[in-house]
């Protein structure tokens, strides 16, 4: 499953209800795609107001193959009535996952030191 819609159904319920710790366990999602926990458009999706957060950081990477579902997410946040503020963060010329695979690097120190601002 991809990591913003686990992230975003985080957010959702802490939005909604009143969570110990701030944690919940993740339920099975019946009904398959037809799941608001797997299918952030369908009709019974909660929205986007409920989001329990203020600002959202979603980084991509321009040769992940997962890019184009991270720019989807970011733009589907900020067309449906989520009021805070959400910013897209891209790095050019890296692959999936390039942070872990590649620590060092200048690109991951540049992500690493934007996800610290942004948390501050």
Same mark, same amino acid.
């Given at each position: ?8 159904? &985080? ?43 203020? #600002?959202?950081? =979603? ?7 997962? #890019? ?19 910013? =897209?963060?891209? &790095? ?7 942070? %872990?695979?590649? %620590? ?17």
């Amino acid at each position: 499953m991809f990591t913003y819609i686990n992230i975003h159904n &985080v957010a959702i319920r802490l939005g909604l209800e009143s969570l110990p710790g701030r944690e919940f366990v993740y339920p099975s999602a019946p009904g398959s795609l037809d799941n608001p926990i797997v299918n952030l458009v369908g009709a019974s999706t909660p929205s986007l107001a409920g989001l329990g957060c203020l #600002r959202i950081l =979603l980084c991509v990477a321009s040769k992940d193959w997962l #890019r184009e579902k991270g720019v989807w997410y970011y733009e589907f946040v900020k067309k449906n009535g989520w009021e805070g503020e959400i910013e =897209l963060f891209e &790095v050019e010329e890296e692959d999936h996952a390039f942070h %872990i695979f590649y %620590i060092d690097s200048h690109n991951a120190n540049a992500m690493i030191d934007r996800l610290a601002s942004f948390l501050v």
